[in-house]
């Protein structure tokens, strides 16, 4: 097993919870030579980078959720649309998972293939999974377009033709306390209220507002279980103007 030492969290995006799920302090592996398929509990993730290309991960556990990591062993591997996927551990957290980098498909599809081997290490079996990106929530307006005032409050609109599960609207700047919020309706239209966007300081900043699309699917039936998620972005800068002196 390979061991990476960058930034885990910083290099996917993800919530600490969600990597905690992937394989949190103190899990145990097992080789997957141990384990048969319909033992196996999976969780796969597509994550739109915005640049062109797409971050997939794949965590393999026995015994549900939060149970023993299967470390690939024999010539077993996950593949995403042809890619090998890198098989990495964290010693200091104790995180296991696969991942790698590949391009954006022109169709949004994303096939996790298991790759089972026999004891010679030759492939003999294939476990598919096809996880569909949702649609981008291209951001058509944000207050009509012009820059935000403080004390106004922001009025978020996206394209839901596609919509997804639901939606995480993020709001960030120099000028303000970042925003997060999490598990919105795919609705189109989301209102932030001005008393949630206090100031620091006296000068205004860009604000850069993200809107994510967020989708669950289940994978393979050949599996225990588990499920695969999706997550497509957006993002817009606008200004923010902060309070004249004396106002």
Excluded at 72 to 90: C, K, P, Q, R, S
Excluded at 132 to 140: D, H, K, N, Q, T
Excluded at 156 to 164: K, M, N, R, V, Y
Aim: proline share 4%.
């Amino acid at each position: 097993m390979k061991m990476w030492k960058d930034g885990f969290v910083a290099m996917l995006g993800l919530p600490l919870g969600l990597w905690v799920l992937a394989g949190g302090a103190g899990c145990s592996t097992t080789d997957s030579t141990n384990v048969k398929t319909s033992g196996i509990w999976a969780h796969y993730v597509v994550r739109d980078n915005g640049d062109g290309s797409v971050d997939v991960r794949a965590v393999l556990r026995v015994g549900g959720s939060t149970g023993t990591v299967v470390d690939l062993t024999n010539g077993e591997h996950m593949e995403v649309n042809g890619v090998t996927l890198t098989e990495f551990y964290d010693p200091i957290t104790n995180l296991h998972w696969s991942h790698a980098t590949v391009s954006d498909d022109p169709m949004n599809r994303y096939d996790f293939d298991f790759i089972r081997t026999d004891d010679t290490g030759t492939p003999i079996e294939t476990v598919s999974t096809a996880v569909i990106r949702p649609a981008l929530p291209v951001i058509s307006d944000v207050n009509g377009g012009a820059d935000i005032s403080y004390g106004q409050d922001v009025t978020i609109t996206w394209d839901a033709s596609e919509p997804g599960d639901d939606v995480d609207i993020t709001i960030s700047g120099d000028c303000i306390d970042d925003l997060s919020y999490p598990g919105l309706s795919d609705s189109g239209q989301y209102v932030v209220s001005h008393a949630d966007m206090p100031m620091i300081g006296t000068q205004g900043c860009d604000l850069t507002i993200r809107v994510q699309r967020n989708v669950t699917t289940d994978v393979s039936a050949e599996f225990q279980g588990g499920f695969a998620e999706a997550h497509s972005f957006h993002s817009v800068t606008v200004g923010y103007s902060m309070p004249r002196a004396g106002n």
